[in-house]
């Protein structure tokens, strides 16, 4: 079992720049590929990235594709997403997950998330 618990979201103008980090609790983190969701007010909850157990594989959604970068650190049981050209459309709560599962777009794959994060972009 991993616990997650998501930091460094905020307040931020468009154009400007965040970078989320999920720290796992456990010793068996690099067993997990881990994910990025959000979700915005009254939307369903979308993929954002993903990164395979090694890191060595990473995927994004088109809509961040280009301005987001996940990122893990085995040794330091945390995974990142640097999040650049924030857009007032990105706004939303950010959760980070983990899945036994190789590295996809499924939430039903994800068997553990954290509390969330919120992300808010002003134009």
């Known amino acids: 079992q991993v616990q997650l618990v998501e930091s460094g979201g905020g307040l931020v103008q468009a154009g400007g720049s965040l970078r989320l980090s999920c720290a796992a609790s456990g010793r068996t983190f690099s067993t997990y590929a881990m994910g990025w969701f959000r979700q915005a007010p009254g939307k369903e909850r979308e993929f954002v990235a993903a990164i395979s157990k090694s890191g060595g594989n990473t995927y994004y959604a088109d809509s961040v594709k280009g301005r987001f970068t996940i990122s893990r650190d085995n040794a330091k049981n945390t995974v990142y997403l640097q999040m650049n050209s924030l857009k007032p459309e990105d706004t939303a709560v950010y959760y980070c997950?983990?899945?036994?599962?190789?590295?996809?777009?499924?939430?039903?794959?994800?068997?553990?998330w954290g509390q969330g994060t919120q992300v808010t972009v002003s134009s």
């Open positions: 997950a983990a899945s036994l599962s190789n590295y996809n777009y499924r939430a039903s794959q994800y068997g553990y």
